[in-house]
């Protein structure tokens, strides 16, 4: 059975900082791609930011230069480190993760409000 478990959302006033993680099981990791979406009220779901076996990483350009994506296929963990947050930041946050066969699974979410 997989299993993402996201972990880190609450409230930061704008300007500030949070670090999302996700714990995964059920899968093998090292080999999948793993990531982090979104979702606004109102508004579809939508790419924060990915990273490969190989460690190559994808960003929306949204949040280049604020956040970073990492992972510790040792822990099956992978990270967002999210920085200068913004109210347009505040959404629910899904950890991804898709197999080499294009399996993908996805997390239950983590609320993130950021105040301004």
């Known amino acids: 059975q997989v299993q993402l478990v996201e972990s880190g959302g609450g409230l930061v006033q704008a300007g500030g900082s949070l670090r999302l993680s996700c714990a995964a099981s059920?899968?093998?990791?090292?080999?999948?791609?793993m990531g982090w979406y979104r979702q606004a009220p109102g508004k579809q779901r939508e790419l924060v930011a990915t990273?490969?076996?190989?460690?190559?990483?994808n960003y929306a350009d949204f949040v280049k230069g604020r956040f970073t994506i990492s992972r510790d296929n040792a822990k099956s963990t992978v990270s967002l480190q999210m920085n200068s947050l913004n109210a347009e930041d505040t959404a629910v946050y899904y950890c991804?993760?898709?197999?080499?066969?294009?399996?993908?699974?996805w997390g239950q979410g983590t609320q993130v409000t950021v105040s301004s």
């Open positions: 059920g899968i093998i990791f090292s080999a999948n791609t």
């Open positions: 990273i490969t076996m190989t460690r190559s990483t």
């Open positions: 991804y993760s898709k197999s080499i066969g294009s399996n993908i699974y």
